[in-house]
Nanobody, 118 residues
Framework: VQLQASGGGLVQTGGSLRLSCAASGSTSGINHMAWYRRFPGKQRDLVARIKNDGSTFYVDSVKGRFTVSRDNARNTLYLQMNSLKPEDTAVYYC?????????????WGQGTQVTVSS
């Protein structure tokens, strides 16, 4: 599975951005997809996750502001980010957990920078 993220950029506080992540390759084996983010000097942390059944999970800090969705026909994952805050500034990564020959593997896209100015 290959993941290609896009959509990051610079936005003012209160603004919106939509991140996209296009999946290619053996996408039929994908179990769930997610967005992570990495703050400077920190490890990657989960932001939001969506399973194949459509169920979602959000970390508390983004609940009510971010929406994760998935277009299965286009094999694309989205993260709609509204009411952005300076503390959302980070590098955002898309992630997929996919089965290959009965084993689950982790796949990561390249990061996309999101910068929220105050």
């Amino acid at each position: 599975v290959q993941l290609q993220a896009s959509g990051g950029g610079l936005v003012q506080t209160g603004g919106s951005l939509r991140l996209s992540c296009a999946a290619s390759g053996s996408t039929s084996g994908i179990n769930h997809m997610a967005w992570y983010r990495r703050f400077p000097g920190k490890q990657r942390d989960l932001v939001a996750r969506i399973k194949n059944d459509g169920s979602t999970f959000y970390v508390d800090s983004v609940k009510g502001r971010f929406t994760v969705s998935r277009d299965n026909a286009r094999n694309t994952l989205y993260l709609q980010m509204n009411s952005l805050k300076p503390e959302d500034t980070a590098v955002y990564y898309c992630y997929a957990a996919a089965m290959v020959l009965e084993l689950e593997y982790d796949y990561w896209g390249q990061g996309t920078q999101v910068t929220v100015s105050s």
